[in-house]
């Protein structure tokens, strides 16, 4: 038998849900991300994030207490990970046109994977490895994110138009001397 869902399902409160989704990824994320974005492009950006990730597991295992283990888990692995986990997405929308939301719900089915998998992972890296242990494994976990990183670039198509806006319509070839050449 099918389950019956509640009215307001898909409209009315649904919606303050998901624009308070919105703002949340607009406040918390939008501008460092898209600072970082711009200045190191979307692989750039995933690798420090990775690094970030990895050094705030790493780092906790110098923790005298919890309140350096909230600072260096929370804080640097917790912006590494915001730092890969919103701009990769835009990759998927340049490389994907007819199979978009296959490939979104493949990519963000990792999330959901790794909500299952890490509370067993964890659990038995605890009982064998101790708290530090445990935080040195899942640093190390955490700087896989680097070699998938480097397998992330702008689709050829895309990267022949931005270097060619970039340079503008006159002598591509021209370098800049000083700074009296860019007046």
């Known amino acids: 038998m099918v389950e019956q869902?509640?009215?307001g399902v898909d409209q009315g409160y649904a919606w303050l849900v998901a624009t308070s989704c919105f703002m949340i990824n607009f406040i918390m994320?939008?501008?460092l991300v898209g600072l970082l974005g711009q200045r190191f492009g979307i692989r750039g950006t995933v690798?420090?994030?990775g690094v970030l990730a990895g050094v705030g597991g790493v780092l906790c295992i110098l923790a005298p207490n919890v309140f350096w283990i909230t600072m260096f888990w929370g804080g640097v692995h917790g912006i590494g990970y915001g730092l890969c986990?919103?701009?990769h997405m835009l990759l998927l929308n340049e490389y994907f046109d007819k199979y978009k939301g296959t490939a979104?719900?493949?990519a963000f089915s990792g999330d959901c994977f790794g909500t299952f998998a890490f509370p067993v992972i964890l659990?038995?890296?605890l009982q064998n490895y101790d708290l530090n242990g445990t935080f040195l494994i899942l640093?190390?976990?955490s700087f896989n994110v680097?070699?998938?990183a480097m397998l992330l670039k702008t689709p050829y198509w895309l990267e022949t138009k931005t270097k060619n806006a970039i340079a503008g319509p006159e002598d591509r070839s021209r370098k800049f001397s000083s700074k009296r050449d860019l007046q």
Do not use: S
């Open 104 to 106: 979104m719900g493949f």
């Open 123 to 125: 659990e038995l890296l």
């Open 85 to 87: 986990n919103i701009i």
């Open 139 to 141: 640093g190390a976990i």
């Open 5 to 7: 869902h509640a009215t």
């Open 146 to 148: 680097i070699p998938c």
């Open 47 to 49: 690798l420090i994030g």
């Open 29 to 31: 994320a939008g501008p």
